[in-house]
Structures are given as C-alpha cells and as structure tokens.
C-alpha cells in the first residue's frame, strides 16, 4: 500500500491483509455467493419470512434454505431462480458483475411506479435512470470544468452559431454540454 499521508480505508486494509496471506482470488470467487446470500436473509427479514416461510413459497424444504444462508452446498440455478420468484422478482445474472447495480430498497417503489407510468420493465426503466445518473454527471463535470477554467481545448458556441453551422469543426455530439439558455461548450476532439 502506497503511503500518501492519508488513512487507509477499511477496504484498503481488508485488501491487503488477503493480499499478504494469498486469499485475494478465493475472496473475489466466493463474494457474489456471500453477498447474494445476504441480500435474501436481509430480503427475508424485512419481509418477517421464517426460513420454513421462505420454504413453503419455494416448494421446497426449510433445511435447504438453511444450508443456503450457511453455505453448506451451493445453490442449483433453479434453487436461485425460484428464490427470486418466491420474493417477486426475476433472478438477473451478467458477466459484467462489476457494473452491475442493484436499487436500494428504499428506492424501489419509485422505481416500479415509473415503471407502471411508462410502461416499461423495470429493469430498462432502472437502465435508463443510471444512463441519465451518468451523462448528467459528465454534464456537470464539463460544466464545473468550464467554470473554473480547467477544461483545455473547450470552446463556447451560441445556440445560434450551432444552429447556423458555427465553428463547429472536429465537434461530436457526444461531447457538447449545456451550460446555459443559449450557450454550450464542447470538447473539440
């Protein structure tokens, strides 16, 4: 671990400690598994499901719920799938783990009722939300770059000189950003 003067995170120490004791790549297999397993306690819990509860929902018997949540087997796909039925919800799997987001169980509600309103399934309306989180942040953080005039090559156009043809060479329209009523920056590429 660098030493830059500031406080190790938690985390950072959790890292190291399996880094020096070889059990980093153990720790990343096994984690989606234990966090999966506490989300459904936790699920099960908010919820006031038993495990014999939980059970009943997934045809099947309270001792495999139990060997679930203290990982005495590891679960089938279909041990999964009815788990996710049993509390309402479709399982959802990617190879893309690290980018995958799961709403906050306060939010969720929100989420369903834009969901209902548009008309959409609730995972493109999730998908949505995100990919507006994000081009939101890089909006402001163009802007803020602008403000403080940190932001290298960026030129300002009027609405109007964008409309005309302006001196828009080498500008993409991923890469403009409003900044005001009439105004907007854009990193010249």
């Known amino acids: 671990m660098k030493d830059d003067g500031k406080r190790p995170s938690i985390t950072d120490l959790i890292d190291e400690v399996q880094d020096e004791i070889g059990v980093s790549d153990e720790v990343a297999y096994w984690t989606p598994l234990t966090d999966f397993i506490h989300e459904t306690i936790r699920a099960r819990y908010v919820e006031g499901l038993s495990q ?3 059970a009943e929902r997934m045809d099947t018997k309270q001792a495999a719920v139990s060997r679930f949540e203290h990982l005495g087997r590891k679960p ?3 041990f999964v799938v ?3 039925h049993a509390f ?4 959802g ?3 893309y783990g690290e980018f995958m987001a799961v709403v906050d169980e306060r939010d969720r509600a929100e989420v369903a009722s834009i969901a209902e309103a548009s008309g ?3 995972r493109d309306v999730v998908s949505d939300l995100l990919r507006e989180g994000i081009r939101g942040r890089r909006n402001l953080n163009n802007m803020q770059a602008w403000l403080t005039g940190a932001a290298q090559d960026t030129y300002l156009f009027t609405a109007d000189s964008l409309e005309s043809g302006g001196t828009g060479t ?3 329209d991923t890469s403009v950003a409003g900044i005001g009523d009439d105004m907007v920056a854009a990193d010249i590429a």
Do not use: E, N, P
């Not at 309402?88 to 399982?91: A, I, R, V």
């Open 120 to 122: 959409k399934k609730t």
């Open 52 to 54: 014999a509860d939980l």
């Open 88 to 91: 309402g919800h479709q399982l």
């Open 76 to 78: 089938s796909y279909d």
């Open 93 to 95: 799997l990617t190879v």
């Open 170 to 172: 080498g500008v993409d």
């Open 82 to 84: 009815r788990l996710a």
